[in-house]
């Protein structure tokens, strides 16, 4: 512990703020960077909505993680300025920078990883003008609602169906769907 007091105090002023930033920040980021491959950082159990004015995260500069990775290289590029012989105020600057670049960086990668997300989401209107099979029989005119086989969002999907035609479409029948009602019923049609 003497030699720790020892090198301690033989540090300016500058480093020792320097290293006073570098280790907690420092455990921090590996804290994050090991929370991040567990997957510790984000709840499972939140419910999926879609939203139709919701167009993704914008990018964001300021957060938590951007500045626990801003303070981590900001201190550890001004220790290595101030022992490669730079004056305080070059140090200074030189951190600064790298910490800007590096919130950057990180800003960056995580706007380019959500932006990549794929949407899993259904958009039931996507399935206007796509052709499927009947599933179960629709009754003619309305009578009763079916179901449908049909690929909506790239995905085959089971959807329940009407049609305004005059006979049944039994079990296997080819239909091409015209419209969407009530928000989630299939209008289709064999012709």
Known sequence: MEAFGAWWEGLSTILKIYWGIAVPFTLFFVLQLVMSFLGAESPDDLPDAEVESDHGIPFQFLTLKNLIGFFTIFSWTGIACIEAGYSTTTSLVVAV?????????????????????????????????????????????RGSTGKVQVKVSGALRTLDALTDDDDPLPTGQIVRVVQIVNDNILLVTSK
């Open 97 to 141: 920078i790298a910490g800007l670049v590096m919130m950057s960086l990180m800003a960056g990668l995580f706007y380019l990883m959500t932006r990549s997300e794929a949407d899993g989401t259904m958009k039931i209107h996507t399935a206007v003008g796509q052709t499927g099979e009947v599933y179960l029989t629709i009754q003619p005119k």
